[in-house]
Every structure is written in structure tokens, then in C-alpha cells.
């Protein structure tokens, strides 16, 4: 929900969703950014491509609606401020 930054984790939690094939998961995501087009990307290129939920900008009266069709929410951050500082001989 908000602004889908590369550091949030939400491509990471896409990926490892569309592995599990006979889940019942699905994931929603709300807002836009920079991994819009990484999200969508996924969701159209998997078979179940109806387990990724990815919506645009909703207003802030409607944002508690869509949190209470939810039976979780997460918060994911990705801590990649060492990256740019190792070496490839690290990796």
C-alpha cells in the first residue's frame, strides 16, 4: 500500500507466492512506483496470474476497505544498504 519501492520486498514475496501452485494465497497490492511494471511483469507471465492483485492508486476513504478484505498485512523491508558497498568478490 503506497509507494512500491525495490527495497520493499513485495517482488521477493510475489516470486516465492507463485511457487506454492496449489495455495490458496493471494497477494494484493495497492499504490504504484518503481516495481509496478516488475509486479505486472510477474503477474502476467505465471499460469496464476490470478494470485497477484495489483490495484492503482485508491483514495484514503476507501484504503480501509481494502485492508479489512484482508486476512493478513505485511510490512516487508529488504535492507540492502550493504550492497552498494560490497565487492562482486563478496557475492
Known amino acids: 500500500m503506497g509507494w512500491l519501492y525495490s527495497f520493499s520486498g513485495l517482488e521477493e514475496v510475489a516470486q516465492e507466492l507463485l511457487k506454492l501452485?496449489?495455495?490458496?494465497?493471494?497477494?494484493?497490492v495497492l499504490g504504484k512506483g518503481e516495481l509496478w511494471g516488475t509486479l505486472?511483469?510477474?503477474?502476467?507471465?505465471?499460469?496464476?496470474?490470478?494470485?497477484?492483485?495489483?490495484?492503482d492508486w485508491v483514495s484514503y476513504e476507501d484504503v480501509p476497505d481494502y485492508l479489512a478484505a484482508a486476512d493478513i498485512c505485511i510490512?516487508?523491508?529488504?535492507?540492502?544498504?550493504?550492497?552498494?558497498?560490497?565487492?562482486?568478490?563478496?557475492v
Do not use: F
Open 21 to 28: 501452485e496449489n495455495s490458496k494465497l493471494k497477494l494484493m
Open 40 to 55: 505486472q511483469n510477474l503477474k502476467e507471465q505465471s499460469k496464476l496470474n490470478d494470485r497477484i492483485i495489483i490495484i
Open 75 to 90: 510490512l516487508q523491508h529488504i535492507d540492502r544498504r550493504h550492497e552498494k558497498y560490497s565487492s562482486n568478490k563478496d
